[in-house]
């Protein structure tokens, strides 16, 4: 009896340090994410940048990382994209995020990043910023296929849609339009996603 309790002892001993083991080299391995998160935290948001970059470099050398702990890649991934938009790199959000996980963040911070270019396009004429505004609700209706449930993507999309319709309506911009492009200085601060 005695031997039988040694030996369950043994491996439950094993198991424990095996597990201790692994939970101190992941702890060292994310430095970089909870680093990131930090600075995101107090607003240092080009070393958060940084640090994410290296963090999505640490996963890509390691690629069953990202099956084994999606749930930390695809943050990582979405709050990279949700620093590109801030700093208003549209272009970089837009091309990240065809290259990120499927999943609602990049498609949520790509239709923002689209919608965007949409109203920086004025001088283009109408035809580019439709283009823009209908490339940002495919992105938000494929945001949606993840989230069905979602308030803001819900949001985003109405109001893309009644943008993009009440552009192909008229030629020239309604007071409706007017109100909705309203120009940036205007009106209540953007909100934040994420």
Do not use: C
Request: hydrophobic share 45%; glycine share 8%.
């Amino acid at each position: 009896m005695k031997t039988w309790m040694r030996t369950v002892g043994s491996y439950v001993m094993v198991a424990l340090l095996v597990i201790g083991g692994v939970m101190l080299a992941y702890g060292r391995w994310s430095d970089p994410i909870a680093y990131a998160d930090a600075a995101l935290a107090t607003g240092d948001i080009g070393p958060a940048l940084d640090a994410y970059a290296g963090a999505e470099e640490r996963f890509d050398a390691l690629p069953p990382l990202k099956w084994l702990l999606p749930g930390e890649y695809n943050r990582v991934v979405a709050n990279q994209l949700r620093i590109l938009y801030y700093m208003e790199l549209y272009d970089e959000t837009i091309e990240r995020a065809a290259r990120a996980p499927a999943g609602a963040d990049a498609h949520f911070w790509a239709a923002a990043a689209s919608f965007e270019m949409g109203l920086s396009q004025e001088e283009e004429g109408p035809s580019a910023r439709l283009q823009w505004f209908g490339r940002a609700q495919q992105e938000l209706m494929r945001a949606l296929d993840y989230t069905p449930d979602d308030y803001d993507i819900k949001y985003d999309l109405e109001l893309a849609l009644r943008i993009t319709d009440e552009m192909r309506r008229l030629d020239e911009p309604s007071e409706l339009m007017k109100k909705l492009l309203r120009p940036r200085g205007e009106g209540s601060e953007r909100r934040l996603v994420g």
